[in-house]
């Protein structure tokens, strides 16, 4: 859910309920995703990072990623 946005950034909140099922890629922009509750991994095509709560996951555009978490619930910010 975008909670703010302009031509150059959008704030959204993510509560995922489940996991990705897909690899996504942003073609447009930046995401910078601040996790504030749960921890996982983040999988990309450069390989794996685990995450927790208080952690900054900054993904270039055009990287090629999902997340799973391992711990819920699973609160995130996301700026793009």
Known sequence: MALLFNS????S???PAADDEF???NAQGDE???VAEGAG???T???ELDFGPGDYLVIPRGILYRARFTTRPARC???E
């Open 8 to 11: 150059d950034v959008a704030l």
């Open 13 to 15: 909140v993510a509560q």
């Open 77 to 79: 910010l996301v700026i």
């Open 23 to 25: 690899f996504f890629r």
């Open 45 to 47: 095509d450069l390989g």
């Open 32 to 34: 910078v995703i601040f």
């Open 41 to 43: 991994v983040l999988e």
